[in-house]
């Protein structure tokens, strides 16, 4: 989408596409399942959980830093990655809000 083409469309809408397009890999799915599971996550566990090379789960981890999802913290030589439970509970609220807004649906297809 265009820079300039988002200016149409409401902050709101805005936000959960950006949300939807991070979330949108099966990587970055698992990467944050992978994180909540183990409460915290060292990168080169990521690699040898999901079996994808370093360069790609740091790509992907960037995406999810990005959006906020996920936090880092140095610890020697490696980052230990976790979930950002504010951006978590906030992500949660906006689907919530989403998925709820459709109250009665349509019976004309």
């Known amino acids: 989408m265009g820079i300039t ?3 149409i469309f409401n902050e709101q809408q805005n936000r959960l596409a950006i949300l939807f397009k991070a979330l949108a890999h099966p990587a970055r799915i698992a990467i944050i399942q992978h994180i909540i599971k ?3 996550c060292i990168c ?3 690699v040898e959980e999901l079996g ?3 360069a790609t789960i740091s790509q992907h981890l960037r995406e999810l830093k990005n959006i906020g ?3 880092g913290n ?3 030589t490696s980052i230990c990655y976790c979930i950002n439970e504010v951006v978590w509970q906030d992500i949660k609220g906006e689907l919530n809000a989403f998925f709820v807004d459709v109250t009665t649906i349509n019976k004309c297809c």
């Open 74 to 76: 140095i610890e020697g």
């Open 44 to 46: 080169n566990d990521l």
């Open 5 to 7: 083409k988002t200016d």
């Open 52 to 54: 994808l090379a370093q």
């Open 38 to 40: 183990q409460n915290a």
């Open 69 to 71: 999802i996920i936090k």
